[in-house]
């Protein structure tokens, strides 16, 4: 913690010291009490870490500790002095009485308040939705930057963790925002593209923290990302293994693939293609693609028409039963937190490729048929040119 109550009722930051004032404080013996429970605090007046207060052991404050790391306590206050040169209401370590929440920092903006959140260690996932549905109750938006530690980069795509995703905003795009405290830089995680539960490809974008407004991080500019030959290839590597896999959605297809002679390696590929929206859904988008082509598209004659709703009422009904699943996103408001756009987006997908013509808001007809391929080569060739197209069309639609 860095604001503490002194014996006279006024608040001490430690954010706002100067070393006469630290040299003053480390002189006298002075108590120190916690704003929230009261209790005595411990200074931690040390020369390596930066000064911080602290609870005593076995302490039975409500409010929930982050482990305050150096680097936690170096991001609370550079992320503070960052946004006091932004706006006049600015308050470190604010106690909102009314849901018992702490946020790191609260600050008054032109659209309302936003609770910011620097977090870098591991909190449970319920704690975190619990957390921000305080937050969004209050109309505070909540504001979780995470620390970049967290950002884990493989070779092309990078891993999130449970926790992360629940972070997740979305403007235009969904995106995530990472903050490290010794460059002083933001990366934003944007264009989230799960291939599979632990890959996921996206966009990153460096902010600097001086070069930034609070506005240009809630609103950031993301540009349409091209379907990246990153992706192909692992739906290349995903052909050649998919026999193979062992998880749960990998059987529920399969199963429903050989009622009808069909073979998972050899399914259309229109089936596993990334758009804005597949972020949305856990299941791996291959997986969930192959099931609509199967029970709504497949062998059905050209100008037969179906009606979207019955996609998603089936959906949510698979999701029910666990055979599919979905993430949550407590951070995003309005239609782009629920699986039913990344249904609706492929379909408009498939519009876009020509397969499918929209007739009415939920009623779509078949133009083309799409078919199963009959060899991994003719797979994985079709596989490139699908690519090819969706990144013309979407090149079309940025232009
Ligand atoms: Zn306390």
Redesign the pocket.
Known sequence: MLVAKLGNGKQLSLAEVDEQIKAQLKGKKKSFY?P??E?RLLLKAGNKRRWHFA?QKN?S?L?EQEAETEYHLNGKILLYQWLKKQYRQVYLEYYIRSIKQRPDILVQTEDGPVAIEFQCSNIPESHLIKRTEMYNQRNIKPLWILGSKRLKRKKNYFQLTAMDWLTVQFNTKPFVVYFNPTNKQFTLLHSLSPFSEGKVFAGNMNMKLHHTSLQQLIHPLIKMERVSDAWFNEKRKWRLSCHYENKKAAHFIRNELQKKRLHLCYIPSVCGVPHNFTYLIKTPTVYWQTWIFLKFLYKKEKYTTFDSREIINSFAHCAKVQKFSVRRFPCISGKYKYFAQAIHAYLQLLCNLNYLRKKSKHTYIIMNEITPTTSNYEAIGKDKSIVKKINQFNNKANN
């Open positions: 916690c929230i429970c209790e609870h302490s404050c409010v």
